[in-house]
């Protein structure tokens, strides 16, 4: 059973440069989350969505940041124009949740490891 | 923002010791949960425990959550050099909303 799907798995831009991250959920899965980890400010929540809305993008960053989900079987995370502060390893994870429910497990991907420089 | 803190940040035993790891939070919560973290990979959910219980057990790992100190510890027994890992405590605060995650505490298992 395939887990979280992420690419690119690495990516190294130039400063000014646009960076698109690619998540597949888990098939069933009706919740995807992107998380940003980087060793001062540890696992970020950056945005939520639930059956392909946005719930909560107050982790977002600032406007150079965005993020979709066309469908349930795919989001991406964009930044335009990225800058050095910007290097992270960025996660999509994702959970099935019942309406009303909490506690629910999520599963992560295994990172998007973004060097701009 | 940080919901929870782990304690210590990190921790380095011998294999076969016991090793025990605490979070503490700051608002009240449904459930509280604890992730495991491979170097380069992603976290890997490993127990889950909910705000009306105060232990729980699942293999080596023993968790206890004590609401009224807003605080969780993660016990390892009879560690193994497989152990060594970051361990992430997270909690969502009411249904719908995401989990929030610690900072982690990284534990060393030397043989």
């Known amino acids: 059973d395939a887990g979280v799907i992420q690419s690119p798995r690495h990516e190294v831009t130039e400063m000014g440069q646009e960076v698109t991250l690619r998540c597949k959920p888990i098939?069933?899965?009706?919740?995807l989350f992107w998380y940003r980890q980087t060793m001062m400010r540890g696992l970020e929540l950056l945005i939520y969505f639930n059956n392909n809305v946005p719930i909560d993008d107050s982790g977002m960053p600032e406007d150079r940041f965005s993020a979709k989900m066309p469908n349930a079987s795919f989001s991406t995370l964009k930044i335009q124009p990225s800058e050095p502060r910007d290097s992270a390893v960025y996660f999509c994870a994702s959970s099935f949740r019942a309406q009303g429910a909490s506690g629910n497990t999520i599963y992560f991907g295994e990172g998007s490891w973004l060097t701009v420089v | 923002s940080q919901q929870g803190e782990e304690d210590p940040q990190a921790l380095s035993i011998q294999e076969g010791e016991n090793a025990t790891m605490n979070c503490s939070y700051k608002?009240?919560?449904?459930?509280l949960q604890w992730y495991r973290q491979n170097s380069g990979r992603g976290l890997v959910h490993l127990i889950l425990i909910r705000s009306n219980e105060r232990e729980k057990h699942s293999g080596r790992l023993r968790v206890t959550l004590d609401t009224s100190k807003k605080s969780s510890s993660l016990l390892i027994t009879a560690s193994r050099a497989a152990d060594t890992a970051s361990y992430f405590c997270?909690?969502?605060?009411?249904?719908?909303?995401?989990?929030?995650f610690g900072k982690g505490t990284t534990l060393s298992v030397s043989s």
């Open positions: 608002t009240s919560i449904n459930n």
């Open positions: 997270a909690t969502d605060v009411r249904a719908g909303t995401a989990l929030i």
């Open positions: 098939s069933g899965h009706n919740s």
